[in-house]
């Protein structure tokens, strides 16, 4: 699906524009940075702090500006409210335990683990109740995957709303998760012929409860406890929660205390007069399970503006899809008229996130940005028009429409839309 007019080759990068632009950034580099090199700093002449200074390692202080943000006017109470990824500030495929988004019902639950328990009841043979020691005499396993919320980019559905990947796309997070499949401990229990639907309910004040089909739970959800090696954080549900791979985010229920089997789904408020997707005709789809395949540009971005003058330029961002991987990822630079094929670089796993870049020489002149996913099952990531055209503007759930960014001659960039 290339263009018909093709950028400059990854060779072509590589010998022409770092041949000429590198050289003038390596001059400009070399005249602006003389003094650093020619006067220590005291780094260099001072002892650094010794190995107990940080029990627990942390960023450096120079990273601080690199935290989650919220946006105080979408909620209306911070124990019921999100925090956002700053995605613009993140390259690979994995987030940092520390930098996951947030989304909370009844603020974070503080579990003490010792008290923790997990009940599975209902239509099984034999109920159950694990410690989370039971959960880890079970074997395990150890899985990357995103976890968007549904409502990330809800915003957008009206029109260009919120100046920032992180605002626009930060609902979402890639870890890898260490847990029980929950297949594992269905089967202890011994399911009745009649199971057909589980209800997950979670062990913070909101007691949240999501149905889910059987057939998921028995194809590849987890009870994880662990998140890229090291205990679930208690914002991500400590000591335990639901990993449903590939679904909506409030699915995954943190904290979780019990699994309800049942024959028929329950319909509760999260499922119901919440996370249901209003459609134009007034009507709201039942279930919408899947992610759809989705794309955001990172840099440059609102919150990470070109600051170099013209030459050569690394675009990169993250693609993902819940209906398995991200088969290629598509990069325009002026608005839709011409596309290139960006390059994806690191893992391909099964729905998880996808790193993608494109690099060619910026001439200075403004671009329109935009990045399309396209995933293993061919499906494209749409427009905005065409999205809307389907579904109205009335939900504020599953938006994966094409996000453009207008970058200016000076490298600031803003969250715009085109035709």
Known sequence: MESEKRGPSRRGFLTGGLAMGGAAMAAGAAQAGEKAILELPPWTTQLGDGVDARPYGTPSQFEAHVRRRNVAWLTADPVSSVNFTPLHELDGIITPNGLCFERHHSGIAEVDPAEWRLMIHGLVEKPLVFTLEDLKRFPRVNRIHFLECAANSGMEWRGAQLNGCQFTHGMIHNVMYTGVPLKALLDEAGLKPNAKWLLPEGGDAAAMTRSVPLFKALDDCLIAFKMNGEALRPEQGYPARLVVPGWEGNMWVKWIRRIEVGDQPWHHREETSKYTDLMANGQARRFTWEMDVKSVI?????????????????VTGVAWSGRGTVREVHVTTDGGNNWHQARIDGPSLDRSMHRFYYEFDWDGKPLLLQSRAVDSEGMVQPTK????????VNSIYHNNGIQTWHVRENGEAENVEVS
């Open 298 to 314: 990172t840099n440059p971005s609102p919150q990470a503006p070109i600051v170099h003058g013209p030459g050569p330029l690394v």
């Open 385 to 392: 028009d065409r999205l809307r055209e389907v579904r109205g």
